[in-house]
């Protein structure tokens, strides 16, 4: 198989290969170092993966090897390698947090087995506890599992922890810790690193506003509005909106529109301004984007919550393929994949 067919795979999939190719005692090892969701991925893509030839594979670990003699020499600290090489790979926004647990974190079971639960069960454990440890647990999970804990409190709840997520300033490492040792207590978890300083702030706080339906997202801005209008107006400008899909460049563009269905994205549309309109006609075959034009004038009038919820949709959608490395956002975007 050539280079050419090898580089089609996504970063996952590659991944995905790496570990099948290794054994099943060595995969092992090295998914133990992995967190929840990044477990939850390469082990999707394993289970998909079929029809893969010995050169394929052959590929990808000369792929990996090269990249690891590229980037391993004499000279650079460990930790500096380990900053570049994440960063290089995610983004610093996104490789802050993940620098931070291996760095300068420590064993941590409590909260990194919230992960593994189910959003409802991890609400229970947590909603009778005070606003602002509920407010560092979510900081702490991920931005999609965070959002589907707090779509289970009620409106007031989730105004208030929201606004104390958007303004905490990194928590020290021993209150962490205690928190982390209460919630061991009450379950046995699974081993996993300790995040320790890269906790909360506004972009956190939106990135989790961007996983909740359309209604639960206007009703919590507008309360957190009403208590502090110039925090919820900066989380508001953070938040990744359907507009924001304009700064993907043609090829990620292309992507999506291949993965979105055609009624979806003709209604997501009534609501888009012209330069995305223009943005998706481009990256669309003349006769396609002719037939999505028509079909938009012939339209009638369509309930603003429809709109809302298939954009909604198609940004859930475009963050999976970003997560799985199909596509790339840009701008203010990026630091929420």
Not at 149 to 160: G, V
Not at 242 to 250: Q, T
């Amino acid at each position: 198989m050539s280079k050419e067919k090898e580089s089609k795979r996504n970063g996952t999939e590659r991944a995905a290969i790496l570990l099948l190719s290794l054994g099943e005692a060595e995969a092992t090892e090295v998914m133990k170092h992995m967190g929840a969701k990044d477990v939850q991925r390469i082990g999707g893509a394993m289970t998909q993966l079929q029809n893969i030839s010995r050169q394929e594979v052959q590929d990808v670990l000369a792929g990996f090897t090269k990249e690891l003699e590229e980037k391993t020499a004499l000279g650079i600290g460990v930790d500096d390698y380990l900053r570049k090489v994440l960063i290089g790979a995610l983004g610093e926004d996104k490789a802050g947090g993940v620098i931070d647990r291996i760095l300068f974190g420590r064993s941590s079971k409590g909260l990194e087995a919230l992960k593994w639960m189910d959003a409802r069960a991890v609400a229970e454990l947590i909603r009778q506890e005070h606003p602002q440890i509920i407010s560092i647990v979510l900081a702490y999970l991920d931005a999609d599992q965070s959002a589907e804990i707090l779509s289970q409190f009620p409106d007031w709840l989730r105004a208030d922890v929201i606004m104390r997520i958007a303004t905490l300033d990194g928590i020290q490492p021993t209150a962490l810790h205690e928190l982390d040792e209460v919630i061991e207590k009450q379950f046995a978890g699974k081993t996993g690193a300790l995040k320790t300083s890269v906790i909360g702030g506004i972009k956190t706080a939106a990135q989790i506003m961007n996983f909740l339906d359309s209604t639960q997202e206007s009703v919590l801005i507008e309360n957190i509005r009403k208590v502090d209008d110039t925090l919820g107006g900066k989380i508001q400008d953070l938040m990744f909106v359907f507009g924001d899909l304009v700064e993907i460049d043609d090829r990620g563009m292309q992507e999506v529109l291949r993965a979105v269905p055609g009624e979806k994205l003709l209604l997501a549309m009534k609501g888009a301004d012209d330069e995305l309109k223009a943005k998706i006609f481009k990256n669309m075959s003349q006769r396609a984007a002719e037939m999505l034009k028509d079909d938009l004038e012939s339209r009638g009038p369509v309930r603003l919550s429809e709109v809302e919820g298939a954009q909604k949709e198609i940004l859930l959608q475009v963050r999976k393929m970003s997560e799985a490395g199909t596509i790339q956002l840009g701008g203010k975007g990026e630091e929420f994949v």
